[in-house]
């Protein structure tokens, strides 16, 4: 997975990529080399920092935001809420392999034609 990291009023440290990518490492598994992961920080106003991770994978976008004091929490905070939103998908789309698309049912003409 690609990574771009993008920080507006705040300078993204060595450090924080660093912490950035460790934490992404657990969602490659889902992933191929070609997605890209885009982290956005925001700098404190009113005392909070402001993240974004969107993610864009085939016909899919994953997106978690937050405002947080703790700029590392943060990071784990949204890296476990895509976790959510990849295993729902993952979960739906078993789901619908295993009943099948839903058939529609077809209605008899003759029993709905009154004389």
Do not use: W
Request: with cysteine.
């Amino acid at each position: 997975m690609k990574l771009d990291l993008t920080g507006i009023h705040i300078e993204v440290t060595e450090a924080i990529k660093d912490f950035v990518e460790r934490k992404l490492e657990k969602l490659d598994k889902f992933f191929d080399d070609s997605t890209i992961c885009h982290v956005t920080f925001t700098d404190k106003s009113k005392g909070k920092q402001r993240l974004d991770i969107r993610i864009e994978y085939k016909s899919r976008t994953y997106l978690a935001e937050s405002e947080t004091d703790n700029l590392y929490s943060g990071i784990e905070q949204l890296i476990s809420k895509i976790e959510g939103q990849i295993k729902k998908d993952k979960s739906t789309a078993e789901k619908l392999k295993k009943e099948g698309l839903p058939e529609f049912e077809q209605v008899e003409d003759d029993e709905n034609i009154e004389e």
